[in-house]
Every structure is written in structure tokens, then in C-alpha cells.
């Protein structure tokens, strides 16, 4: 990986725990407000505010994975990835357990009231449509991240399968690069032989033809010159 790239994958791993204990920080805090509802809607407004940014550079780390050249780096990223979105996942399951606790603390804050003289009965059903409001309006933002977070882990998915194939091929490159490398081979020691084998049939010939001329001379000789 080159070192640019690692600087923005750290960086952006920075950024994405920030908010994350950021977020754990405020659900904690919606965790032990009792009220009133302005305050619980201000915590809620900042909370979803912050798990919009988680998401976004959780997305922005998978898509640097994709962009990465070496296999190993592909998948240590995209593994930190999945951590990041289980535990944002997480986030919003304590996010909602903190609301209804709230939820809770609120009700019983207003039947104190009710027992004690305090506000009317118009009010304290405003304030529990207004909370059956705000449960509503969590819920439907649950719903539409989860249903991002799944279509996120089925493009990760798409793109595991993508790399796994990548791979099968290159293999499958490599052991015929194998295979035509021994043909090679094999041709090389073929015509080598086949050289060795010329070599020798031309000495073969010479000797013939050497030993033709040695015979030709003794007859001549001898018939010639039978006195010597």
C-alpha cells in the first residue's frame, strides 16, 4: 500500500472512533436525562446528526479498500470496515434502549406531577404524543440505516466474490504460464539433441568419405605402382 493511501485509511480510522465514542457519550447522557422533551430532542437531533458521519467515512474506508492494489490490504481494511459497522449497529440498539428509558424516567416524572398538582392533563398528553412522536421518527431512521447498512454489506459481499474470482483466475494464469514454460523446456532439449545428432551424422560422413579416398588411393597405388 503506498504510504498516501495508508495515511488516509489511518486517518480515516481516526475519525470513524471519534464519533463513535462521541455517539457512546451522548446515548449515554439521553441514557440519564429525565426531561424535559426539548432536551431528549436536542440529544436525539446531535445523535443522528453524528451516526450520519459515522456512516459516511465508514463508507469512505470501503471504498479505499477497493482501491487498493495488494490482496492483503483489500481484506485488512474491509475486515476493520465490518468491525466499524457492527459496532455502529450496536450504537443504534443502545441508542434506542437509552430513548425509552428516558421514555420512561419522563412518564414517571409527569405521574409525580399528576399526584403532586402539576401540569394539566393537555400538557402531559402533548408531551406523550410528542414522545410517541419522537419514538416513531427513531424508529423509521433505524429502519433506513439498517436498510443501507444491508445493501452496504451486500455491495462488500459483491465485491469478496469479485476478488475471490480475481484470484482463481490469476491461479489458473499461472499454471498454464507453468505449463507452457515446461513445453519449452522440452522443445529446448529436443533441438538441442537434434544438433548433437547433425554433429555426429556429419562426422559419420567425413570418416566414410575419408576412408572412400583411403581406398581409392591404395587401388590406385596398386595398380600403378605394383612395384612399391
Partial sequence: MASTADVHVRICGQEIVKYDLEIKALIQDIRECCGPQAVLV????????????????IQDMEQMAKEQDRETDKQAILSE????????????????????????????????ELLQGGDSV????????????????????????SRMMSQQVQQS??????????????LETNEEFKAMTGTIHLGRKLILKYNRR?????LLIFLALALFLATVLYILKKRLFPFI
Fill in 42 to 57: 436536542d440529544f436525539n437531533s446531535t445523535v443522528k446528526e453524528k451516526f450520519n458521519q459515522l456512516r459516511l467515512r
Fill in 81 to 112: 470496515t465490518e468491525a466499524h459497522r457492527k459496532q455502529m449497529l450496536s450504537n443504534q440498539t443502545a441508542w434506542r434502549k437509552a430513548n425509552l428509558a428516558c421514555k420512561l424516567a419522563i412518564d414517571n416524572l409527569e405521574k409525580d
Fill in 122 to 145: 393537555r400538557q402531559r398528553k402533548a408531551t406523550k404524543e410528542s414522545l410517541v412522536q419522537t419514538s416513531s421518527d427513531i424508529t423509521e431512521s433505524l429502519m433506513s440505516i
Fill in 157 to 170: 459481499e459483491e465485491t469478496i466474490g469479485t476478488l475471490a474470482t480475481s484470484s482463481r483466475t490469476v
Fill in 198 to 202: 547433425e554433429l555426429t551424422d556429419k
